[in-house]
């Protein structure tokens, strides 16, 4: 007689409570209503003249550069979507309800039908080899118990929405798409190809090149752009930040028509970074082949990178030091980015050729690779030391 098979039963992951994504693009609570949305129109007018078509495509990527309105606008999305009292006014715009309570829901990112799946929350997971990585990818098992498994129940409000349950991946370009991991990209293709009646599943991608090919056929594109100078600045009033005129004007050259990046340089103190790294930098370009190296500039960059690490983990416990020290640097190269660029745009205003400060922004990028193959911080930042030096010996020497 044969033995019958022992059927096993893998624990469900425990509820998650409500996930911030990263800071650049994630604003509390969330913004339920197109109408406060800055600097979109185009992308929001595709997204309302789906709705307004009855026929919502199940697939969507937003993508863009970092900190200009994707995730808020597919949380906007998400609320009308799944809005039972979203209807067409006197204008043909659709619009819910505001007092409703699935805008109340959604604003507070706690309405049961809406996922939003980042990369933190492998820190959820009931696996302890998940909850132990580095939160630099978005592993196949967040993806399997935050969307593929949930998908396919049926939902927890049935309503005549337009929708009846909306996916979110946030940052989706960090869905590993490596020889090993291939299947947390390719896992999503069955559910894009057969996905279940009024389900909708929103892609945010700051590098769009990173998803596979196949993914991006399944999925309706829909681009957004950087904010013009006076959108920024109904951004600002707005945003109502708690900063002086010279950080403000700071950091509104560093975001570049991103208030995603304005906030977190608010939020992070950016400004200062620069005010301490900046005359550093300088004369490490500008010191000529015997005195170009500057002993103080590489911990300095070390320190502002680790105490901002440290600073997020305190405030989280279960953030990735590693992930948080690896965006730290990013930080800091966008940062160090901004004052030599400032020093070409000034260059070429005078109609030189800034080809050093070119070199030392190439260079820059290299940082950014040290930390991804686990090149620790203090040494990287020397390093980053060691190239600015480097350019400004090699631009004195050739004068």
Not at 360 to 380: K, S
Request: net charge neutral.
């Amino acid at each position: 007689m044969a033995k019958k098979k022992k059927t096993t039963t893998r624990k469900k992951s425990r509820p998650v409570p409500d996930v911030e994504g990263p800071p650049v693009d994630a604003i509390d609570p969330a913004i339920v209503d197109f109408d406060q949305i800055i600097g979109q129109d185009q992308a929001i007018d595709v997204l309302r003249a789906s709705v307004a078509s009855g026929r919502v495509h199940h697939a969507w990527v937003f993508v863009g550069p970092p900190g200009v309105g994707k995730r808020t606008t597919a949380e906007a999305f998400a609320a009308l979507l799944l809005d039972p009292t979203a209807s067409p006014g006197l204008d043909g715009v659709w619009r819910a309800a505001p007092e409703s309570p699935t805008q109340g829901m959604v604003a507070r990112r706690t309405h049961p039908d809406l996922h939003i799946i980042t990369k933190e929350l492998a820190s959820y997971s009931d696996d302890p080899a998940v909850r132990a990585r580095k939160q630099l990818t978005i592993p196949k098992e967040v993806l399997r118990d935050h969307l593929l498994e949930p998908i396919a129940r049926a939902a927890t409000i049935r309503t005549e929405a337009r929708a009846q349950k909306v996916f979110i991946i946030d940052e989706a370009e960090r869905m590993d798409r490596s020889i090993s991991n291939a299947p947390t990209q390719n896992s999503l293709l069955k559910t894009l190809e057969e996905p279940p009646d009024g389900s909708v599943i929103i892609l945010i991608a700051n590098r769009e090149q990173a998803l596979l090919p196949t993914i991006r056929s399944r999925c309706q594109r829909v681009t957004f752009r950087r904010l013009m100078p006076k959108e920024m600045s109904t951004w600002f009033v707005r945003a109502d930040l708690e900063v002086s005129a010279k950080e403000r004007a700071w950091i509104e050259q560093y975001a570049s028509g991103s208030p995603g990046l304005a906030q977190l340089a608010a939020r992070t103190g950016l400004a200062s970074w620069a005010d301490r790294l900046e005359p550093l930098i300088d004369r490490a370009l500008l010191g000529g082949r015997s005195g170009a190296y500057q002993p103080d500039l590489g911990p300095a960059m070390a320190e502002l990178v680790n105490d901002w690490a440290d600073a997020q983990v305190k405030a989280n416990a279960r953030a990735s030091k590693e992930a948080l020290t690896q965006a730290g640097v990013g930080l800091l190269v966008e940062v160090i980015g901004e004052h030599l660029r400032s020093g070409v745009r000034a260059q070429a205003e005078c109609g030189q050729v800034a080809e050093p400060l070119l070199i030392a922004i190439d260079h820059l990028a290299q940082a950014e690779r040290y930390v991804a193959a686990n090149v620790g911080l203090p040494m990287v930042a020397e390093l980053m030391a060691g190239d600015l030096a480097a350019v400004g010996a090699g631009r004195s020497s050739g004068e």
